[in-house]
């Protein structure tokens, strides 16, 4: 048994990926939408009654498809965090990164010691039940580590964040950074979308790869345009709620 490649992060800062959240809780249909064109699909369990059998069954829906699984941690905790590793997941987006200091955490909750504090099975679905030669020598250059910025104090510190080793992108989370700035809900006030701006233009002169989401499509075009470099263009709720109420609109009409 081999360890699979991560596409994703091989790719990452390559080209730009094209993705979206998953966030109902269902392995069939995260299933549909990995045959949708998708680079990238993101299991959420921060806003989503995704649990960790939840996380393991979509992953093995996605398995055999040309889209890569990201999974988002409820927390910045290294309890939560070595479980899903051992579940299978090779990309993590680590939510509410607040300093160069949480962002090193979340990267030792990802390594082996003396690199970091994740703890050792070697029968996990990740090292293939054991069957997988080399599992703790390989793991590492098929990780990658994502963290979530999400308020105006976290944009402060964006470069000591993103130069932190082991942080392979940064994600700027557009909703909570607009409630940080006073603008719940909206996160295409001006200011907000000014500070986002400056947030990616800060990133791409580091070099530093970028993430986003949003289900506005102008939005996403406008951010695909300025260079970031994986783009969430929807949710499972967004892309069926959208395309069930315009169906019954024109049903109707």
């Known amino acids: 048994m081999e360890l699979r490649t991560n596409r994703f992060k091989h790719d990452l800062g390559r080209r730009q990926q094209l993705g979206m959240f998953s966030t109902l809780g269902g392995a069939l249909l ?64 680590f939510p509410y990164i607040q300093n160069a200091e949480q962002a090193a ?6 390594r082996y010691p003396p690199y970091g504090v994740r703890g050792v099975s070697g029968s996990s679905r ?13 793991i590492e250059q098929e990780l990658a580590v994502l963290v979530q910025i999400e308020t105006i104090d976290a944009l402060q510190q964006l470069e000591a964040i993103a130069a932190v080793e082991g942080v392979d992108g940064v994600f700027i989370g557009p909703a909570d950074l607009a409630a940080s700035m006073g603008h719940l809900g909206n996160i295409m006030h001006s200011e907000v979308q000014q500070a986002l701006d400056d947030g990616f233009a800060r990133l791409k002169a580091l070099g530093k790869p970028s993430g986003y989401l949003t289900t506005n499509e102008e939005d996403a075009t406008r951010r695909l345009a300025q260079g970031v470099s994986f783009v969430g263009v929807g949710t499972d709720t967004s892309i069926i709620s959208r395309a069930a109420t315009a169906l019954t609109a024109r049903m109707r009409a």
Not at 60 to 88: C, E, F, H, Y
Not at 105 to 110: G, P
């Open 126 to 138: 990740a090292a293939g039940y054991g069957m997988i030669p080399g599992y703790f020598s390989k």
């Open 30 to 93: 995260t299933e549909l939408l990995g045959d949708c064109g998708f680079d990238w699909i993101l299991i959420d369990t921060e806003h989503s009654p995704n649990e960790l059998n939840d996380v393991v069954h979509q992953l093995q829906a996605l398995a055999d498809r040309n889209v890569s699984p990201i999974v988002r941690p409820a927390w910045l905790d290294m309890v939560l965090t070595k479980r899903l590793l051992d579940a299978g997941a090779q990309t993590l987006l």
């Open 105 to 110: 955490q979340a990267v030792s909750f990802t």
